[in-house]
T-cell receptor, first 115, second 114 residues
């Protein structure tokens, strides 16, 4: 079965520091991979997606992610975080269920920014 | 602006009552989804619908029901059979890029059972 693991439940970084959020997936075929961000009490916003091609993908708000097939990973990075990046981040893999596409989500990583 | 509207934002329910959460989209998307979010558990799929008048159970459908009478609307009913209904509920719809899902989410509805 498809699954996504985000090993870090909570990460704290200082404003201006670099950030890397880890994501590992399990899926038999070539995966479709996503990162979403959620502010408290809000819905999820798509940061970036990987379907094929270049393994380094750029997203909104200065985020990027790298797909590494050999490690089954899709880690999210940002060179310098801003206080407004404090939120919860979800990695997801696109899977096929009963002939339809669905997303399987990781448990999320909550990001706190120290001033 | 196109998007997904969920209502109400907050809802309180007494034990034994059914409640219905509304989800409306004006994105002309064919597929719609309901997810449940609990702290530390990510999002779990309740039901999804790919076309009007058709829907399928997700991973945690017990105690929930849905309907899809119109393309724009996908309401979720939380029945009294749902033993632990307090949660944050998210509705989403799908646009397809090269065969893959890209979900657009609503702002969510928080249900609290008193």
């Amino acid at each position: 079965a498809q699954s996504v693991t985000q090993p870090d439940i909570h990460i704290t970084v200082s404003e201006g520091a670099s950030l890397e959020l880890r994501c590992n997936y399990s899926y038999g075929a070539t995966p479709y991979l996503f990162w979403y961000v959620q502010s408290p009490g809000q819905g999820l916003q798509l940061l970036l997606k990987y379907f094929s091609g270049d393994t380094l993908v750029q997203g909104i708000k200065g985020f990027e992610a790298e797909f590494k097939r050999s490690q089954s990973s899709f880690n999210l990075r940002k060179p310098s975080v801003h206080w407004s990046d404090a939120a919860e981040y979800f990695c997801a893999v696109g899977a096929r269920l009963q002939g339809a596409q669905k997303l399987v989500f990781g448990q999320g990583t909550r990001l706190t920014i120290n001033p | 602006d196109g998007g997904i509207t969920q209502s109400p934002k907050y809802l309180f329910r007494k034990e034994g009552q059914n409640v219905t959460l509304s989800c409306e989209q004006n994105l002309n998307h064919d597929a719609m989804y309901w997810y449940r979010q609990d702290p530390g558990q990510g999002l779990r799929l309740i039901y999804y619908s790919q076309i009007v008048n058709d829907f399928q159970k997700g991973d945690i459908a017990e105690g929930y029901s849905v309907s899809r009478e119109k393309k724009e609307s996908f309401p979720l009913t939380v029945t009294s059979a749902q033993k632990n209904p307090t949660a944050f509920y998210l509705c989403a719809s799908r646009v397809v890029f090269t065969g893959a899902n890209v979900l657009t989410f609503g702002a969510g509805s928080r249900l609290t059972v008193l």
